[in-house]
């Protein structure tokens, strides 16, 4: 097998780095292959923040900007991208950038081993925001610096920072120049060959045939939980098939009664397109996963992997979501609860892939909540996620939708919960019957997040949370809480 080479494009220069093996992270390609130590290593598992990088793509004639973990990340998924560290970011007189300088200003930075990350994130922030012309609110800054961990300095300069970058003089990336060297790589992209070890065809038919071609071949479709397997098993692919460049799989369609999200779409574009039909969805999508592996996951990486702490799934399923699945054969389509067979199992066959998750479109009457349960607000894994999808019709349940996740083997639906509430007045007795049935289906196992007990017994009082939201009682919500802070 052939270990391809990679090219992006840095400080408006291409890049070449040759003979990457197809599971080499881009933290490793950066600090050991091209000496870019700026870039920190700390939990190696896209948690913390301080290996954050900023990549671009073209998009619409402009180029669209993400921060991301390098070290999760595998190298050969930024190739043809442009690509920013924190040694990019300085004049070549070394006039600091906002974003640097914005940190200094404000003393943003202690020991400094996050700060990098810190400062890369607001990077990606000036580019989306400040240089659009919108300025940066703290409450912005606080959901997309979600994914950046300081252990010194607490965060309250950090979001001044956030907030001084667009009262500082502009600098502005020369994005004809960067779209211009992005458009030759394109254009000398080789077609994507059979014996190559890192497989990244861009169209669908292709990408169809090479699993059919390489059925052993491991499959990423933006690699955070198979970006853990490299850094924290140490496991090594011979050969990697990344589908997130297939542009059929990157689109999120709209149709009368559902949307279809391509395989490919990221977390943060996914979660979008649902929040822009739910809003209610808006604060459970900031507390999926920090900014960083909300850009780089995708639904349908999230959905294949098949965690059953993963969040996506519960909310799927309680919005009746179907999977398409394809192969060279040809597709065909079941309900995401029929999916899984046991503990990170499914129905793919050797040769198919997940292609697109069908979501129905609201109804009249909907009534849905979904809850995260965690030890951190923000950038955490869920001990227990439930999500509740009632309609509702002069008082009582006409349709009952529920998914749970991290009290079983797989992302499971209440189907004895669903029928305890069917076809009953929704009232407080009705949730708290809802609420027993889902403490008796599911036995939940102990582990680090939590324990059986705990888990049990916050199912059923999730569901009476859901009814007294549903009566308009706002303050059990921890939305709705504020810690006012002070300046000293």
Known sequence: MESKTIRLVRRGELVSVGNVPPDRTLLEVLREDLGCTGTKEGCGEGDCGACTVVVAEPRDGRLAYQAINSCIRLAHSVDGLALWTVEDLAADDGTLHPAQEAMVQCHGSQCGFCTPGFVMSLFGMYQNQVCAGRPVTRDQAQRDLSGNLCRCTGYRPILDAAERMGELPPVRVDETHVLAQLDALTASRPRPEDHASYLAPTRLADLLALRAAHPDAQVVAGCTDVGLWVTKQHRHFDRVLDVTRVQELRRVETYPHHLAIGAAVSLTEAFDALVAERPQLAAFAHRFAGLPVRNSGTLGGNVANGSPIGDSMPLLIALGANLVLMSARGHRELPLEAFYTGYRRNVLAADEVVAWIKVPRPVAGECLRVYKISKR?????????????????????????????????????????????????????????????????FQPISDMRASAAYRREVLGNLMRRFWLESQGLAAVQLESFRLEEVTP
């Open 377 to 441: 607000w923000d950038d955490d894994i869920s001990a227990v996620c439930l999500a509740v999808n009632l309609t509702l019709q002069g008082g009582v349940v006409q349709g009952a939708r529920i998914g749970a996740g991290g009290v079983a083997a797989t992302p499971a639906r209440a189907t004895e919960a669903e029928a305890a509430l069917r076809g009953q007045p929704w009232t407080e007795a009705a949730a708290r019957a809802a609420g027993e049935a889902l403490r008796a289906q």
